[in-house]
């Protein structure tokens, strides 16, 4: 519910929506890549001018509405921002919220050993660990779901010393990717889902063939 994501978080960041109203957070696994990210990029290679990955996200969501032509469906992309350059949508709270990941923050270990550094917090899926990625909202302005129990996400790193290790890693080592690891995972990015992340945004059209 809107109501979940709104109660953790300052007004400047509240959605613009009742309290009940129905939400999805969407997430991407770790064979995106090759089940929609490479037919999408062969099917609309003459159309891909920004981003494929976020254009190939905007398709699929906007399939999802299709499947709902009584409904309205707004959809809010983890990359959109206001004109105050704030992000429409905290993307990690909103999946910590709806249960989907549990969003590991500096509040979350007790004997802090960071002083006055910065430390930002990251998101473990129980399954994917850090191999997945969080891409949208859906938001179904006219559904109210005042009787929907909120289910907590899971901790799956309770210890204190991997807490640290996890921000420690995410915050001053995030290159090498060895935070996604965290935990036991079901499945990880393939190498060349690995090189193409690791490839700057504006050289990625050459790894899938396109010219830009």
């Not at 393939?190 to 050459?206: C, H, L, N, V």
Request: net charge positive; with cysteine; charged share 30%.
């Amino acid at each position: 519910k809107v109501g979940w994501y709104n109660a953790v978080l300052q007004p400047a960041f509240h959605l613009p929506y009742p309290d009940d109203t129905l939400a999805f957070v969407v997430l991407s696994t770790p064979s995106m890549f090759d089940k929609a990210l490479k037919p999408f990029v062969n099917k609309e290679r003459f159309k891909i001018i920004r981003d494929p990955v976020d254009q190939c996200v905007s398709h699929h969501l906007s399939r999802v509405k299709e499947k709902f032509p009584d409904q309205k469906v707004d959809v809010i992309f983890d990359y959109e921002i206001l004109p105050s350059r704030k992000p429409k949508f905290l993307a990690q709270t909103a999946a910590h919220v709806a249960g989907a990941a549990f969003y590991y923050q500096r509040k979350d270990v007790k004997l802090d050993p960071w002083g006055k550094k910065k430390i930002y917090g990251v998101c473990i899926h129980p399954k994917y660990g850090g191999w997945f990625a969080i891409r949208g909202l859906l938001l179904f302005p006219d559904i109210q779901v005042p009787f929907l129990e909120q289910r907590a996400p899971v901790d799956c790193v309770s210890t204190e010393e991997k807490r640290i290790e996890l921000l420690e890693q995410f915050n001053f080592h995030w290159q090498d990717g060895r935070y996604r690891d965290i935990i036991e995972v079901k499945e990880r990015y393939s190498e060349e889902q690995k090189a193409y992340f690791a490839t700057p945004p504006a050289e990625r059209f050459r790894l899938l063939g396109l010219t830009q």
